[in-house]
């Protein structure tokens, strides 16, 4: 995933920080990616969280918890595998 550019330009972010988000996002993308059951939920799950408020400074944007996209995206990714069946699960 990139960063957005024009987001970029709007809020003044260096081209550098856009690097460092765009690493973070690659990152994160790879961890969600080979998540699996046998992983440390709770572990993984504080990653994610200070990886989203890292994400929101780096955009400098206000710290908040309920605008963390990327723990939603784990816990999505968690509870397909819990349950595989069910296609009702976001």
């Known amino acids: 995933m ?3 550019r024009k987001l970029g ?5 260096p081209e550098s920080t856009l690097l460092v988000i765009d690493s973070i996002h690659d ?7 080979t998540y699996s059951l046998e992983c440390d939920y709770h572990a993984t799950q504080e990653l994610f ?3 989203d ?4 400074s780096l955009w400098m944007f206000e710290q ?16 397909r595998l819990l349950f ?3 296609n009702y699960i976001i």
Not at 9 to 13: A, T
Not at 53 to 56: G, T, V
Not at 67 to 75: F, G, P, S
């Open 9 to 13: 330009l709007e809020r003044n972010i």
């Open 49 to 51: 969280t200070q990886a």
């Open 84 to 86: 595989p069946d069910n």
């Open 27 to 33: 990152k994160l993308e790879i961890l969600l990616d």
């Open 53 to 56: 408020y890292e994400l929101q």
């Open 64 to 79: 908040d918890r309920s605008k963390h996209t990327w723990i939603k995206r784990l816990h999505a990714r968690h509870q």
């Open 2 to 4: 990139t960063a957005s």
